[in-house]
């Protein structure tokens, strides 16, 4: 097949995507299934290997994954049920005061965040947006946008986030360094588009009022321990990256060596910091057994989704290398005078602008710019993970649920949302690009 033919069929297998989701409404899943099966029809592929083809992919995404997700979930769930978020975030406004009301929302999203779904974790923590707003007396946008904007950049670019560990697997990057690199990046990302956005603005930010009601606090006794609750939600990252940092001084043929590969699987550490959980956020306050599991039982029901989704991602990335088009593209990337981080930022970026989901974006990238670490081999996998998040933060607009909850519960209008949210994102998305071409330099 031409060049010109198989960027034809890339391009057409988007645009599919694209036409499936935004056009005729159908969901995600369906939507990478209906691609993956044309691609693999259209570069020759028979009928019976394009579904083997389907099943290894989603079976090769969703066997490590699942299990990221189930305990990623739980451990968000007794992070909200027990209030260590709102602790945290009551504990840094004492500690940091509130003129600085904006850096602590924009901290607590990136924390909190690390366990819990964008969209979960705003509708987590809004409430505290409301109580902090309120006691500091600044408009909702100064201390929402900063949250929303963490909490999408951790999102994007920190495992064990499902779309950003599936990235690092699918480019088969070490996840202990894209956590560290990821953090490295994000945190100053979230400064520059969180707080120090809305305070460039400053008194012309809109003072909206919530259009829901204002949600009680929990009673400052009732909440768990700052430094119980920090260390719960930082467990599982400082287990992959003590893996990564250990592993580097140690012989692989060391037994302890195994033993640390082991607990630093994103599997384990996940696993660890669950039953850690259970513990200092359930059982040492008071909770039972019997509400635990209730607790773990309402976790799976909104996780579905998103697993068919990833599945789905897999699929397609499976299509594209059975297929050929993987090679094929290689071979063409070979020719092509672009920056390989500015490409595959560039790539992630304009699939969330059309899409409007961040994972579908990210899967989607990762699977067109695969080819990349064949041809620019000093380019580390890790630097590609992130530079695909990156351009995955960006251009959050009308068809992404985000948008939609940052609009109804900041209070916004519409055009305020997109001069103050979205810009933000597209601030957040170009920050961070900067960091990582800084970081491959010294890499």
């Known amino acids: 097949m031409t060049n010109v033919a198989l960027l034809s069929v890339l391009a057409l297998s988007i645009g599919i995507i694209i036409f499936c989701i935004v056009k005729l409404k159908l969901h995600p899943f369906i939507s990478l299934i209906i691609s993956s099966i044309f691609v693999g029809v259209t570069m020759g592929m028979p009928l019976g290997d394009i579904m083997n083809s389907i099943e290894k992919g989603v079976a090769g995404t969703l066997g490590f994954l699942a299990l990221i997700i189930g305990f990623g979930t739980i451990l968000g769930k007794m992070l909200e049920v027990s209030g260590g978020a709102e602790r945290i975030g009551k504990t840094m406004l004492n500690r940091l005061g509130q003129q600085r009301a904006d ?8 924390i909190a965040g690390i366990p819990v779904f964008v969209e979960v974790g705003f509708v987590l923590l809004i409430p505290l947006v409301f109580t902090i707003a309120k006691e500091a007396n600044v408009p909702l946008f100064k201390v929402g946008i900063p949250l929303a904007v963490a909490l999408m950049t951790v999102h994007c670019m920190l495992p064990p986030h499902p779309a950003a560990l599936a990235v690092t697997g699918m480019l088969g990057a070490d996840v202990g360094k894209v956590i560290l690199y990821g953090i490295i990046i994000g945190f100053p990302t979230a400064i520059i588009s969180g707080p120090l956005w809305v305070r460039m603005w400053g008194k012309r930010l809109p003072f909206t009022q919530a259009p829901v009601d204002l949600q009680a606090s929990t009673a400052h006794n009732d909440l768990p321990g700052f430094g119980i609750t920090l260390f719960t ?3 599982p990252l400082l287990i992959m990256i003590s893996k990564t940092i250990i592993c580097l001084w140690l012989p692989e043929t060391s037994s302890f060596y195994e033993l640390v590969t082991f607990l630093g699987n994103p599997i384990t550490a996940l696993f660890i910091s669950v039953l850690v959980a259970y513990f200092t956020l359930g059982l040492s306050r008071g909770m039972s057994m019997d ?12 996780i579905a989704g998103i697993l068919l989704i990833i599945g789905a991602g897999g699929a397609f990335n499976g299509v594209l290398i059975d297929s050929g088009m993987g090679e094929g593209l290689g071979s063409i990337l070979e020719t092509v005078q672009i920056n390989p981080i500015i490409l595959a930022w560039l790539v992630a970026a304009i699939m969330h602008l059309a899409i ?6 990210m899967l989607s990238a990762a699977g067109i710019v695969m080819p990349l670490l064949g041809i620019y081999p000093n380019v580390k996998p890790e630097i590609i993970v992130l530079a695909i998040g990156a351009g995955a933060i960006g251009w959050t607009h009308v068809n992404d649920s985000l948008f939609w909850l940052v609009k109804q519960y900041l209070g916004a209008s519409i055009q305020d949302t997109f001069k103050y949210f979205t810009a933000a994102t597209v601030l957040a998305s170009f920050a961070s690009l900067g960091g990582i071409l800084l970081l491959s330099q010294v890499v």
Do not use: H, R, W, Y
Request: proline residues 0%; charged residues 5%.
């Open 356 to 361: 409007g989901s961040a994972t579908v974006a």
């Open 103 to 110: 850096i602590v929302m924009m901290t607590v999203g990136f």
């Open 291 to 302: 509400k635990i599991q209730q607790i773990t039982n309402d976790c799976f029901g909104s």
């Open 233 to 235: 939600i930082l467990l």
